[in-house]
């Protein structure tokens, strides 16, 4: 069973930090796409990052270029989300998402909170 648990979110005021994880189970990365999701209050989902096995290429919404970065731990099975120099507009529900590569059969996580603010 494919199981996805988000944590790490939280307030944090504009410029600072914060790393997102997503506990995965019941499944390996090697035939999973990971991306991370976000929406904010009032507006659409929108894939914020990607991680694709088992090259570890990465791609990224051009808002978050720079400041965020997405890896994962094959050893934990966990994927992290590194958010630096937050801003006010990256106030979101945080989403972890898994893709079967073969399959297409996508996974969700229930998401977490980032609230930036001052």
């Known amino acids: 069973q494919v199981q996805l648990v988000e944590s790490g979110g939280g307030l944090v005021q504009p410029g600072g930090s914060l790393r997102l994880s997503c506990a995965a189970s019941?499944?390996?990365?090697?035939?999973?796409?990971m991306r991370w999701y976000r929406q904010p209050p009032g507006k659409e989902r929108e894939l914020v990052a990607t991680?694709?096995?088992?090259?570890?290429?990465?791609s990224y919404v051009d808002s978050v270029k720079g400041r965020f970065t997405i890896s994962q731990d094959n050893v934990k099975n966990t994927v992290y989300l590194q958010m630096n120099s937050l801003k006010p507009e990256d106030t979101a529900v945080y989403y972890c998402?898994?893709?079967?590569?073969?399959?297409?059969?996508?996974?969700w996580g229930q998401g977490t909170q980032v609230t930036v603010s001052s």
């Open positions: 991680i694709a096995s088992p090259t570890g290429s990465t």
């Open positions: 019941g499944f390996g990365f090697s035939n999973y796409v």
């Open positions: 998402n898994a893709q079967n590569r073969r399959s297409r059969n996508q996974y």
